[in-house]
Each structure stands twice: as C-alpha cells, then as structure tokens.
C-alpha cells in the first residue's frame, strides 16, 4: 500500500518528534543519575568516616530537610551552585573538582582548589 505525500509528510513529522522526545529524556535522566550519584558518593564519604547526614547537615550549618533533598536527588542540579558545591567538598574532606565531575560541569584549576590542613579552600 503507497502512502500518500500528504500521510508521508505527516509519517515523517511524527518520527522527528519521536526522535526529539527520545533525546530530550535522556538528557533529562543524565542529569537526573548524575545528582544520585552526587548523593550516593556523599553517602559514601560519610559513611567511610563513621557520619551521619544529622552531622554533616549540622557542620554545614543546613537544615537536615534540605540535605536529604539534595543528597536524595530529588532537588535540581541547578540548585548546587558552586559555593555549596566546595562547601560540600570541605566537609567530606575531596577536592571540589570532583563533585563537579559528579555533576557533569567544568573542572577548575587546581591552585583555586587546594584544600589546606584544616579542610578550607585556600587561594
């Protein structure tokens, strides 16, 4: 059975549609596994030091609520600016380069990321 160029037009439209929804999910759950990830590999710090997410939230001065929602995955990636994002690495005591690789973003020179003795960021 031929289609007409009418029902050819419309076969083909649907397709790129298909096609566009397919890659827009995928990106979707990239950024999604990489949040998780963010907050198994927390998780895991914490947990290899024998800490809760009770203690971290407190040394990080946040409220528990807000930790687990980011740890959790459940806020957006976009919500873990860059300060938060170092503040994180202090505490589990990793440089900050690799919770941004976690997050898919761009890595920073190093001297900007030296962690001193004492677990703070120096210049």
């Known amino acids: 059975m031929m289609m007409s160029d009418s029902a050819k037009k419309l076969h083909k439209r649907v397709m790129v549609e ?28 914490l947990s290899n030091n024998g800490r809760s997410r009770a203690d971290f939230a407190n040394q990080l001065d946040l409220e528990l609520e807000l930790l687990n929602g980011i740890l959790d995955g459940l806020l957006p990636e976009s919500e873990i600016d860059d300060d938060l994002l170092v503040t994180f690495a202090q505490g589990i005591q990793h440089q900050p380069n690799v919770l941004r690789l976690l997050l ?20």
């Open 18 to 45: 298909l096609k566009n929804q397919r890659s827009q999910k995928k990106s979707v759950n990239t950024v999604d596994e990489r949040t998780k990830r963010f907050g198994i590999f927390i998780d895991v710090c």
């Open 104 to 123: 898919g973003r761009n890595v920073q020179p190093e001297q900007v990321n030296k962690l001193s003795k004492d677990g703070h960021t120096s210049v």
